[in-house]
């Protein structure tokens, strides 16, 4: 690296600027559309205000009119009447967080912050939508929220177009948090260190989205918070899409601020999270690992997974591997 | 880290000194008493040679007198008869290790180097033990070997302990390879840092040995790697004692040296890890998590996974955390 931190980590796990968002409910959903069995949302939320956990992410934010039917469930829209009748006016520490993806979000779904129980929007996108998904920032902190901007894929994105991005994001005061986010699961430390370097060129304060493909998810989170990442996504037992995130545990473990819990986390991740997972597969596998180690979007993985060749890891290789 | 290598990783990948040492019979037979099915050693051989690792650990060199009756498998012995009925007179660019514990081998059981397959003795040894690990360290060597010298459970070890131990192993030539060794799979990347940097001084070629506890057993191998050491320890899907290790498949899909070949790892993998993996519980899981942040030895682990409550996650975290 070019630029060391000069705070160990035995300072850095005591930082009262750390922040943790648990992301189960919106990239666990993605294993499920979002349908959770009645209990849930409540079971994560009462666990993040126990475990000291700062944020809680609740779903997604998008557009009913692109996503008719019955197919998803309600965390895949994140309607105020849904969140209240769980959280109530949500009178604990814990601040709550919903994503809207670029592209795929009404802005007249995104309430006032006076009217809503949400205190931080983070808009997705990818390097190519940034003119679009500005708009969502800017209207989300026109309407008193915190922002956050997920660079997705930026595993895929060339150097100089990735520095003309991030210099356009530079001069954009509306955003509060810009992300580093590893979508395929294919990044290791000097790289993440690397996007580390240039992201903190615009000022912005930092936050990291791992994926677990290489089993390097909570690796990358500690580096990236190590080397001055303040913002750091996980998820309960690492529920998430495909390979999965930083586990939440995992993560609560190593911090050392008292603010933090672990019995609670590790409570909910006993009983709820292990049974779900003997349900649904989520996770590291070897399937996982080839795309990680490709870089590749893990949909084809995802597909074997849920076939009846879920164990093909030669023929999966074969195919991803084909000229 | 107060001194970085100026390589980067993409230099490392292609590093021609980097050396994968394939523990699956030894490290792996932890998890059965070194009891596997007909064939599965020749299988990780064929595997390996396939591979293109560099060498592969047949198993321990234990005192038969030790271990008296029909407990322990052969790989826990390592006869040289037995050896060449799996290898015959190993005519591979494959090399062969053993490894002998400090206190549990007989020297008369080492063969001289022209009448074994072995290339390399490695010596496991707890800090307090080294003048005894040094007898075997310099039999082996008289005897015409490759040796290691693997210490054991540093992450227990006093800074003040650790330099003494050393600074004596600084001036035993007859020692090849230096090991660093997260026994308890407690560190992450700084902590395998400032290890490698202590150890350098010693002037010896290092090695590196993690246990997966926290997910970090790829993570801090790769570190290591980047880093400047060159004899890089993993197993088949990481089967090892508790946690396990670093998955063969994982590191040798991050190097980029074209004498590595995923395709046959993975075909083992598929074919016979992942079933062997049905009936024996090897791998990250929560307790190992647990005893991993709280730097104590798996064994409490282990006995909870092996025991009707294998998944009372919280009850084990009060009381490993018991005052």
Sequence with gaps: MSEQSDKSAGWVTFDPDLKIVDCTVRDGGLCNAHNFEDGFFKGVYDTCVAGGIDYMEVGYKADKKLFP????????????????REVGEN???LKLCAMADTGRTDLNDILPKNESVLDLIRVATYIHQIP???????????KGYEVALNLMAVSTV???ELDNGLETLHDVKEIDFLYVVDSFGSLYYEQIGDLIERYKKTGKTLGIHAHNNQQLAYANTMYAAINGVKMLDTTMMGMGRGAGNCPTELLVGFLKNPKFNLRPILDFVQNTMH?????????????????????????????????DRKDDYVGFYDEITSI
Excluded: C
């Design 69 to 84: 039917g019955n197919e998803n469930g309600p965390w895949k829209f994140s309607s105020e009447e849904d969140i209240r």
């Design 91 to 93: 009178d604990t520490g």
């Design 132 to 142: 679009a998904a500005l708009e969502i920032v800017k209207d989300a902190k026109d």
């Design 158 to 160: 060339p150097d100089y």
């Design 275 to 307: 049974p779900l997972s003997q349900d649904i597969d989520w996770g590291y596998s070897i399937p996982y690992m080839i795309t990680g180690h490709q870089n590749e979007h893990p949909r084809a993985a995802m597909a074997l997974r849920d076939s």
